[in-house]
């Protein structure tokens, strides 16, 4: 038998449904604000899927669209109209910016208090040293998903295959604070399958097509996969070789699919950090 398929797309809807249901029981309603810069086809699509979880859910959204030569000045002016705002709790920039706009300049103005997608230095020093605060959405979510699984964190061994500062890094730190023995991957890595065929657990997060196959995990495992990459025929896939890993980790592991698995997690976990802002103000 192969693995269990961990259904993204179910856990995130029962996610956007209790944070809705906690909004309303607080008598609250949580205020995001995203901006988009640009006319990136890709990002549009993330950008209207957030603003669509967000009215689903009661929450009060914004979407503000800038031309692609929007001047620096001009959107950290924005961003900083929005943190004196009390009707936005959350401020989300679409990520990538254009080529001319600074990125860690718009994240680090963004008000801490109000930076659901976890991303600056602020955010870090937080997760970094334990102490309570917005956590990164997407490394949020697969926690939550390796949750769903009922197999406990404690002892167990992770493999993060990715070093980023939004998925990668904060991901290994979640998974230290759950008491896993955790080793990070990246490409200077000498030999990875010496190192995910020893892990119960698998984070694979570079955004490279078949960065894991089925002869670098152990029958068992549990394999996240958070790449998110198009292919010749235009079809959605991860960074892991999904039949032949499913087959691999047999009727005992547990793996994501692409699409359908990760990504609508990421979603549902900035409308819980849009909620904690909220609460928290």
């Not at 797309?9 to 995203?34: C, D, N, Q, S, T």
């Not at 197999?151 to 008491?179: D, E, F, W, Y």
């Not at 009727?251 to 609508?264: D, F, M, N, S, W």
């Not at 976990?269 to 909220?278: E, S």
């Amino acid at each position: 038998m192969s693995a269990t398929l961990i259904d993204g797309a179910a856990i995130a809807r029962a996610v956007r449904a209790e944070a809705a249901a906690e909004a309303k029981r607080l008598g609250l309603r949580p205020g995001l604000a995203v901006i988009l810069v640009g006319d990136d086809p890709a990002s549009a699509v993330y950008v209207r899927n957030k603003v669509k979880a967000c009215e689903e859910a009661g929450f009060h959204s914004v979407l503000e669209r800038y031309d692609t030569q929007l001047a620096q000045d001009a959107l950290l002016a924005r961003i900083a109209a929005l943190n004196a705002d009390p009707m936005i709790h959350g401020i989300l920039v679409q990520m990538p910016l254009p080529r001319h706009l600074d990125p860690h300049a718009v994240i680090e103005a963004i008000a801490p208090a109000k930076d659901v997608d976890g991303f600056s230095t602020t955010s870090a020093g937080e997760l970094m040293t334990g102490l309570p605060g917005l956590r990164p959405a997407t490394p949020l979510g697969c926690m939550k998903l390796i949750e769903s699984t009922g197999v406990p964190l404690k002892g167990k061994h992770a493999v993060v295959i990715g070093r980023s500062n939004t998925v990668g890094k904060p991901m290994a730190l979640l998974l230290l604070q759950a008491h896993a023995t955790v080793t990070v991957c990246h490409s200077a890595t000498a030999d990875l399958a010496a190192h995910t065929l020893g892990a119960d657990i698998v984070v694979a997060a570079v955004g490279r097509i078949g960065t894991l196959t089925a002869g670098m995990v152990k029958p068992g495992a549990i394999v996240i996969d958070v790449g998110i990459n198009r292919q010749s025929d235009g079809k959605l896939c991860g960074d892991v070789e999904f039949e032949a890993v499913r087959d691999r980790l047999g009727a005992h592991g547990h793996i994501t699919p692409v699409p359908g698995g990760v990504g609508p997690m990421t979603i549902a976990m900035l409308l819980m950090n849009t909620l904690q802002a909220a609460q928290a103000r």
